[in-house]
């Protein structure tokens, strides 16, 4: 099902709803994009199939370039951003911007929160591009001893 359609500097674009059959191309995404955080192979089966998470996928010709997934937490009235990336060679052309966007239409809850490492300024820049607002400090909370930022957004 395609969720969202758009046009990146000389390219067509589409978002849709990712399935159990990406699972090939998000294990190299994630390598790609988190060399140092990429998720263990039945975490990615999770993402890809459990209840309670919206996964979106950017699709350029057949090939996924980005991907988002949010943990859906109704009860709290909160959504989770658990994972986005884009492939390198497609940054800067909007698809991560389109990705959280499409995720924000599709929930139906009051809040978005998500964790993301105190030095990663280009994640931090679209957050706050997109109405994030900083919201906590999570102290070494990463492997490697960096701490996370919490943001959030009132939908
Ligand atoms: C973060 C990420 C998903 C952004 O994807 P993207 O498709 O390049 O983002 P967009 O092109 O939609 O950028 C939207 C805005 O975000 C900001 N931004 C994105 N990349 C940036 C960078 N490298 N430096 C500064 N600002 C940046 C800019 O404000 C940009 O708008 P502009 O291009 O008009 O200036 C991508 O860099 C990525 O996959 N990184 C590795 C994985 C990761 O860190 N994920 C986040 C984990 S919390």
Known sequence: MVVHEFVAPGSRVVIQTATWRDLPALRHLEKVCFPKDAW??????????FPNILRLKA?????????????????????WIATIGVLPPYRR??????????????????WVRL?????????????EEMGYQ????????YSDGEDALIMEKRL
């Not at 909007?94 to 009051?110: D, F, H, K, T, W």
């Not at 964790?115 to 957050?127: S, T």
């Not at 900083?134 to 909370?141: N, V």
């Open 40 to 49: 263990p192979l039945l975490d990615l089966i999770g993402v890809l199939t």
């Open 59 to 79: 699709v350029h010709g057949d090939h996924m370039v980005g991907f988002i997934a949010c943990d859906l937490r109704p009860a709290e009235d909160l959504a």
């Open 93 to 110: 052309q909007g698809i991560g911007r389109a990705l959280l966007n499409a995720a924000e239409q599709a929930l139906s809850v009051r």
């Open 115 to 127: 964790n993301v490492r105190l030095g990663n300024a280009a994640a931090i820049h679209l957050y």
């Open 134 to 141: 900083r919201a906590g400090l999570w102290p070494a909370y």
